[in-house]
């Protein structure tokens, strides 16, 4: 008789206790009341403008922009089609950010923001950090990042041969000019 009294008691309690952990819990989201992020310019890679100051002499690529939600846009000049030993990556990806439960939009673009552990650059008017790789003589591989609003920009540029201040300065202003370009 006390076993099965204690039996009883003990599936009283876990039914009570899984109860309570369902209204807990709750269900699952329903994906249609998620916020969502706000949408890009279609043409956003476009409005960047003539990039070709990233570029060797004589080559004009254009930014192709892919993607919905991060728009990428990216270009290129192979080595191997110029006369001179010189080549260049250029990479931009825009991503806005969606509210979560508990944080806002913006603060999920600050976190995002930071967890890059890069070099960050002061007297900027947003935060704004760097990271810097030289793989040889006057050739470098840098990455800008920058947060403002709900919105995270991050330039990417490898190139050879270049100068390393004038770069860094350039990666900054397209940085800016695609953060503006996304309001």
């Known amino acids: 008789m006390r076993l099965g009294?204690?039996?009883?008691?003990?599936?009283?309690v876990t039914v009570l206790a899984g109860f309570g952990l369902g209204l807990t819990v709750g269900s699952?989201?329903?994906p249609a009341k998620l916020p969502t992020a706000r949408k890009l310019p279609a043409d956003l890679c476009e409005r960047l403008g003539?990039?070709?100051?990233?570029?060797?002499?004589?080559?004009?690529?254009?930014l192709a922009q892919t993607g919905f939600k991060d728009v990428r846009c990216r270009a290129s000049v192979d080595e191997r089609s110029q006369s001179t030993y010189t080549s260049a990556r250029l990479g931009v990806t825009v991503t806005p950010h969606a509210a979560t439960p508990g944080s806002?939009?913006?603060q999920?673009?600050?976190?995002?923001?930071?967890?890059?552990?890069?070099?960050?650059?002061?007297?900027?008017?947003?935060?704004?950090?760097?990271?810097?790789?030289e793989n040889g003589e006057e050739q470098w591989a840098m990455k800008v990042i920058t947060v403002r609003g709900d919105v995270v920009v991050e330039v990417e540029y490898a190139a050879h041969p270049i100068r390393r201040e004038a770069t860094e300065a350039a990666l900054l202003i397209?940085?800016?000019?695609?953060?503006?370009?996304?309001?």
């Open 104 to 106: 806002s939009a913006p």
């Open 5 to 12: 009294r204690g039996l009883a008691i003990g599936a009283g």
């Open 174 to 183: 397209l940085a800016d000019r695609a953060m503006w370009e996304a309001k």
């Open 50 to 62: 003539d990039v070709s100051a990233f570029f060797p002499k004589g080559s004009n690529p254009k």
């Open 28 to 30: 699952a989201a329903d």
């Open 108 to 133: 999920v673009a600050r976190r995002s923001f930071d967890t890059r552990p890069w070099i960050v650059i002061k007297d900027r008017p947003y935060p704004t950090k760097i990271q810097r790789a």
